[in-house]
């Protein structure tokens, strides 16, 4: 299935236009993430690997700097898992990603497909079902876990706080809850996280 990108103009575009290296990175997450989950190469939905830095025409040095800021900046998250790093966008402030159906028409537009209903936690967190679930057990079986439905409400409760606070907003709550929030949560608990198997980038966002 392809996959259809819009670039949004905002103020946002216009300063990270300025940082060559992070915008070509963020396009290439943004244009080839999978739109589905793929359990065969552990690969989540909206997730691609960006190991191949050489092919977007950078340094690995350049690649491991870009990487970093746009973590920093709150518009990835990345993973390693074996010689690949995946990388999912979580903000939507920069590109907007469809899937596009054999017709040639983005995926909804004639024939809409249910989306898996998301429940609100607390003020503002959402999540669906399969997405807390994952949170509690980890996706696969592995990766970060919380263990436990009240550990997962507390990393929710750390997360609808930075959101009333800041007034962010993130593409994927679930991810986020996998990243910066899932280590807040580690720091704040420190007996009752599950140790990852897996290191993953996101860092809470300090966009400038």
């Known amino acids: 299935m392809d996959r259809s990108i819009r670039l949004i103009n905002s103020s946002r575009l216009k ?11 963020l396009t290439v997450i943004a244009s080839e993430s999978s739109p589905v989950d793929c359990p065969v190469s552990n690969m989540t939905k909206g997730e691609t690997s960006i190991s191949d830095y050489k092919s977007y025409g950078m340094t690995e040095q350049n690649y491991r700097t870009a990487k970093k800021n746009l973590e920093k900046w709150g518009f990835i998250t990345s993973r390693v898992t074996g ?9 939507s402030t920069i590109y907007v990603t469809e899937n596009i159906t054999p017709n040639g028409m983005p995926n909804g537009k004639k024939t809409p497909k249910k989306k898996a209903e998301k429940v609100k936690y607390l003020e503002t ?8 679930e994952n949170l509690i057990n ?9 263990g436990s439905k009240e550990n997962v409400l ?5 997360l609808d706080q930075y959101l009333r606070s800041h ?17 807040r ?24």
């Open 15 to 25: 300063t990270l236009l300025k940082h060559h290296n992070e915008f070509i990175l």
């Open 154 to 158: 507390k990393g929710a409760e750390i």
């Open 125 to 132: 967190v959402l999540l669906s079902d399969k997405e807390f």
């Open 138 to 146: 980890g996706w696969g079986g592995e990766g970060r876990k919380y």
């Open 185 to 208: 949560f580690c720091q704040d608990n420190p007996r009752e996280a599950s140790k990852p198997k897996k290191e993953y980038g996101i860092k809470e966002s300090d966009w400038k």
């Open 83 to 91: 010689k690949l790093t995946m990388a999912t966008l979580l903000d």
């Open 167 to 183: 007034g962010k907003k993130y593409q994927s709550h679930y991810a986020v809850m996998q990243g910066w929030v899932y280590d």
